[in-house]
């Protein structure tokens, strides 16, 4: 696709700290609309968070979700228009906590539109606090000493918890941190949204994403965090693909 603005990019300029991973994301999102997806109706959903104005940086319609209910926003729209590709876009403090509830019953029904769950540990947009995916040792604003699995418990593993579900299709887990891994995490979404497209049933791609801002780090030095933090406490694949019998 080379350095050419995606099509269904608008022109916006994105709100996001310098170096965060949510541009980066927004980017592979619209690579792939764009050679896959021109002709069909899109429907987004945004959520509460950093990304809360998702809806301003893509040319096609956004549904705007209450904190953690995309999910179910999303199961909405895509039982209204089923031929539309459907997709929520969500941080780790909307889908994985506020929204646990929500994504788990729209993947244990099956419901055959992809969640984009983007994991940077922290509850970013309110300042940096420990979330459901702060890894253990991890310092945050809430756990200044850093987290303790005996005192606040453990990080959660959305991924491993919904791969078991009979309604889901595919499930992966990508990151941002290195062009390898950026090419990884579009091949994901390209095959998430394929499924999606077959009526295979509810698809997720969660990409480990960095958040120097809040991590007190640059963001080369946030790249660095997840290669060599973060990947000790989630692992990287393709844990779950129906249509190839994964
Ligand atoms: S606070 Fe973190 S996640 Fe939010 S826009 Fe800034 S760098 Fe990105």
């Known amino acids: 696709m080379?350095?050419?603005?995606?099509?269904?990019?608008?022109?916006?300029?994105?709100?996001y700290c310098p170096?965060?991973?949510?541009?980066?994301?927004?980017?592979?999102?619209?690579?792939v609309i764009d050679e896959?997806?021109?002709?069909?109706?899109?429907?987004?959903?945004?959520p509460v968070g950093c990304a809360v104005f998702i809806y301003d940086y893509f040319n096609f319609d956004f549904v705007a979700a209450a904190h953690g209910r995309a999910t179910a926003a999303a199961t909405g729209v895509k039982r209204s228009i089923p031929d539309a590709l459907v997709f929520s876009y969500q941080g780790d403090g909307d889908i994985a906590a506020i929204g646990t509830s929500e994504v788990i019953h729209a993947a244990t029904r099956g419901e055959n539109f992809t969640a984009i769950f983007v994991n940077n540990g922290v509850y970013a947009m309110t300042g940096g606090q420990m979330a459901p995916t702060t890894i253990p040792g991890q310092v945050t604003v809430s756990s200044p000493y850093g987290r303790d699995p005996k005192v606040q418990g453990y990080h959660i593993k959305l991924c491993e918890m919904l791969v078991p579900l009979d309604g889901v299709a595919f499930v992966a887990r990508t990151s941002i941190h290195n062009l390898k891994n950026i090419e990884f995490t579009k091949k994901a979404i390209k095959r998430a949204f394929e499924l999606q497209?077959?009526?295979?049933?509810?698809?997720?791609?969660?990409?480990?994403?960095?958040?120097?801002?809040?991590?007190?780090?640059?963001?080369?030095?946030?790249?660095?965090?997840?290669?060599?933090e973060v990947l000790k406490y989630y692992s990287l694949g393709i844990f779950k693909d129906k249509g190839r019998g994964i």
């Open 197 to 228: 497209m077959n009526n295979e049933g509810f698809s997720i791609i969660e990409v480990l994403s960095n958040c120097p801002t809040n991590w007190g780090l640059s963001p080369c030095e946030s790249m660095k965090r997840i290669e060599n």
């Open 36 to 46: 896959d997806y021109k002709e069909n109706k899109i429907i987004g959903v945004a």
């Open 2 to 15: 080379g350095f050419k603005r995606p099509e269904c990019l608008t022109k916006e300029s994105m709100h």
């Open 19 to 31: 170096g965060c991973g949510h541009g980066i994301i927004h980017r592979l999102i619209a690579e």
